[in-house]
């Protein structure tokens, strides 16, 4: 069964700085799809980013990018630039091509301090 | 802008009632799935339907039903609620073709049971 992991429960960022929230999987699959989603504090989720496994370019979108590593089974967010509005909580989730199941990890909390 | 509506943000019920949360969006997905939010534990898929009236169980669906009568709306129930089953509720569509998978949510249903 695939499992998603998040080992950091919370961090936090100056604002303007950059930061990284770590995230590790574990699949036997080859064709799956890799996904950041943000929760801000009583707001809907929204996904921020997505990979997909065969693609070996990293996905970017404005601030955010990721480092997919496939092999290490890796996949970091890098948020440049913070900003208040990036506090939240975010959450990396696994998804199998043509499945229908996500797998989400325990989430990592992000403080922006002004 | 796709919208995905709970029927309450907040609600308080007494062990052994009987809980329906509603779920409704409107761009026409396929799929709908229900999920529950814990500290700790992220999100856990409780039950999800690719079609009207088909549904799947996930990963803890012991104490819940669903019904999906219209494809836009999709309806967790709990036969008694217990206190084990006070939790954030998120329900979730996303369309059925390969582009996407991205999954859209509500705003949740903070459910107490006392």
């Known amino acids: 069964a695939q499992t998603v992991t998040q080992s950091q429960p919370e961090m936090s960022v100056q604002e303007a700085e950059t930061v990284t929230l770590s995230c590790t999987y574990d699949t036997s699959e080859s064709d799956y799809y890799l996904f950041w989603y943000k929760q801000p504090p009583s707001r809907q989720m929204i996904l921020v980013i997505r990979q997909e496994a065969y693609k070996q370019q990293n996905a970017t979108e404005n601030r955010f990018s990721v480092n997919f590593q496939k092999a290490a089974k890796s996949f970091s967010l890098k948020i440049s630039d913070s900003q208040l509005g990036d506090a939240a909580m975010y959450f990396c989730?696994?998804?199998?091509?043509?499945?229908?199941?996500?797998?989400f990890g325990a989430g990592t909390r992000l403080f922006v301090k002004a | 802008d796709v919208k995905v509506t709970q029927s309450s943000r907040y609600l308080v019920k007494r062990t052994g009632e009987k809980v329906f949360l509603e779920c409704v969006q409107d761009m026409d997905h396929e799929n709908m799935f229900w999920y529950r939010q814990d500290p700790g534990l992220g999100l856990r898929l409780i039950y999800f339907s690719y079609d009207v009236k088909m549904k799947e169980k996930g990963d803890i669906p012991e104490g819940y039903s669903v019904s999906r009568e219209k494809k836009e709306r999709f309806s967790l129930i709990l036969e008694s609620a217990s206190t084990n089953q006070t939790s954030m509720y998120l329900c979730?569509?996303?369309?059925?073709?390969?582009?996407?998978?991205?999954?859209?949510f509500g705003p949740g249903t903070r459910l107490t049971v006392t």
């Open positions: 979730a569509s996303s369309p059925r073709t390969a582009s996407s998978y991205e999954q859209y």
């Open positions: 989730a696994y998804l199998n091509t043509g499945g229908f199941k996500t797998i």
